[in-house]
């Protein structure tokens, strides 16, 4: 119903109240079977537990709780095969990871690069954080889509074995959605496998 009483929210920790199951579908990242779930300003854990009654026993459902209030998970975690994982030193750290990922192999991104191209007048309208750079797109395995303008990052992927295909998204700093954001995968080949103990 989305009631105002709903985000009547302890602004230290902006997420709405549990008076009703809440998040956008970007508050969740899928690895196989098991979703890492963001507690966020677009999510509070009751749809979090909502998520996984509907899920029922072919899905877990990870909370990820206290470590990025902004918005969704895909500037925070990427999940770029089995096994590796790309994550923001700005929000996680070894410890704060979500233990299902302690499992695999993490690389941290560096810091975004040509964040200056933006002028102020852009920026006052932007959503986005600096981050939403390090948002990325995996196609396959061994082939992952980033931001044309972080060198590092993409100098990082290829040196852990991925292809990258640079992409030039003009506004996703302004729009606050990056590869991943505006992508939509119709069609799987494999199977749904369980990549977690």
Same mark, same amino acid.
């Given at each position: 119903?989305?009631?105002?009483?709903?985000?009547?929210?302890?602004? #230290? %920790?902006?997420?709405?109240?549990?008076?009703?199951?809440?998040?956008?579908a970007a508050n969740v990242l899928r690895f196989g079977r098991d979703l890492i779930y963001?507690?966020?300003?677009?999510?509070?854990?009751?749809?979090?537990?909502?998520?996984?009654? =509907?899920?029922?026993?072919?899905?877990?459902?990870?909370?990820?709780?206290?470590?990025?209030? *902004?918005?969704? @998970?895909?500037?925070? =975690?990427?999940?770029? %095969?089995?096994?590796?994982?790309?994550?923001?030193? *700005?929000?996680?750290?070894?410890?704060? =990871?979500?233990?299902?990922?302690?499992?695999?192999?993490?690389?941290?991104?560096?810091?975004?690069?040509?964040?200056?191209?933006?002028?102020?007048?852009?920026?006052?309208?932007? =959503?986005?954080?600096?981050? @939403?750079?390090?948002?990325?797109?995996?196609?396959?395995? #061994?082939?992952?889509?980033?931001?044309?303008?972080?060198?590092?990052? @993409?100098?990082?992927?290829?040196?852990?074995?991925?292809?990258?295909?640079?992409?030039?998204?003009?506004?996703?700093?302004?729009? *606050?959605?990056?590869?991943?954001?505006?992508?939509?995968? @119709? %069609?799987?080949? *494999?199977?749904?496998?369980?990549?977690?103990?």
């Amino acid at each position: 119903m989305l009631l105002d009483s709903l985000f009547e929210a302890d602004l #230290n %920790r902006p997420t709405p109240l549990n008076d009703e199951p809440a998040f956008d579908a970007a508050n969740v990242l899928r690895f196989g079977r098991d979703l890492i779930y963001l507690v966020s300003a677009t999510g509070n854990e009751l749809g979090g537990h909502w998520l996984q009654a =509907i899920l029922g026993d072919k899905f877990r459902v990870h909370f990820l709780k206290d470590v990025y209030y *902004g918005s969704h @998970i895909d500037s925070t =975690i990427v999940a770029l %095969r089995p096994g590796l994982a790309l994550c923001n030193p *700005g929000r996680l750290s070894d410890e704060t =990871i979500p233990a299902i990922l302690k499992q695999w192999k993490i690389i941290y991104s560096p810091p975004m690069e040509n964040t200056d191209r933006y002028d102020g007048d852009y920026l006052s309208k932007s =959503i986005g954080s600096d981050w @939403i750079d390090m948002n990325a797109f995996s196609i396959n395995p #061994n082939l992952v889509v980033v931001d044309h303008n972080q060198k590092s990052l @993409i100098k990082l992927l290829e040196t852990n074995g991925l292809d990258v295909v640079p992409l030039r998204l003009r506004h996703s700093k302004l729009l *606050g959605g990056g590869p991943h954001c505006v992508t939509l995968d @119709i %069609r799987r080949r *494999g199977t749904l496998d369980r990549y977690f103990d």
